[in-house]
């Protein structure tokens, strides 16, 4: 691992790196915060990715990536007279030491080391904390993006309320929220109302993610665990029908149903 001091140098290198790029490069002299967002969205899928995975390598290289997007938007910034690096560190800075007052005193200086709450205490007064924060967002959920993905918006929105006391007591209170959901979502479907139908679907995968949180599972992860599962599977049942010389046109439903389950079972073996 690098000392502190040599953290420092790598990250004044990196600032180094980006004024040269912007001064000399005539593609990252064009660009703006706006047309750089799109890629930092996929930078952060990127980083998901590469955590998920368990490659710690992969996971340096694309924070490095992220990183760089980061210091390319304070530098736009600092062009505009706006904002620099440097202000965007003292805000979190600032924001963390007010967050966490079982930690910091409100001058910034050290407690003493303590008996200090659980997480799950710390977790749980956390929106409480923030609500009371100088230029804090008006309301809790004010703060979550609207652009954001819905999964992740769910859950964010869930884990705001559980900060604020609003929350099942015990996770097992959920199931009878999910059943009312699917019970909805089946009234809806024979009605026929397309309308009724988004909304009670809507419902039903909101109730669903609330389950996994209150289970202390990852809803994201979950899904794509089953979406990869899929593409297994899947690609196993279109490489057989391939090596057939079938179409799946060929094939009745029980006939891929068959192969299906020849790829769960290769699965189960760790074949697949």
Known sequence: MHSREEKIQEFGRLLDLMDALR????WNAEQTAESIRPMTEEEVYELSDAILSGDPQAAAKEVGDLLYHLVFYARIAQ??????????????????????????RPDGTLL?????PS???????????????????????????????????????QEKARGCGFDWEKPEDVWQKVQEEVSEVRQATEAGDRKEMQEEFGDLLFSVINACRLYGLDPEA??????????RRFGYLESQTLKKGHKFSDLSLAQMDAIWDEAKALEKEGKL
């Open 79 to 104: 062009e505009k007279g706006e904002w620099d690096i440097a202000d965007a560190m003292q805000k979190i800075r600032a924001k963390m030491v007010f967050r966490h007052p079982h930690v910091y």
């Open 23 to 26: 001064e000399r490069c005539p």
């Open 119 to 157: 997480a799950k205490e710390i977790a749980d007064t956390w929106e409480l904390v923030k609500a009371r924060e100088k230029d804090g967002n008006k309301t809790v959920l004010s703060g979550i993006p609207d652009s954001m993905p819905a999964l992740l918006k769910a859950l964010s929105m």
């Open 112 to 116: 003493p080391e303590g008996q200090a």
């Open 222 to 231: 979950a899904l794509n665990a089953s979406c990869s599962k899929f593409r």
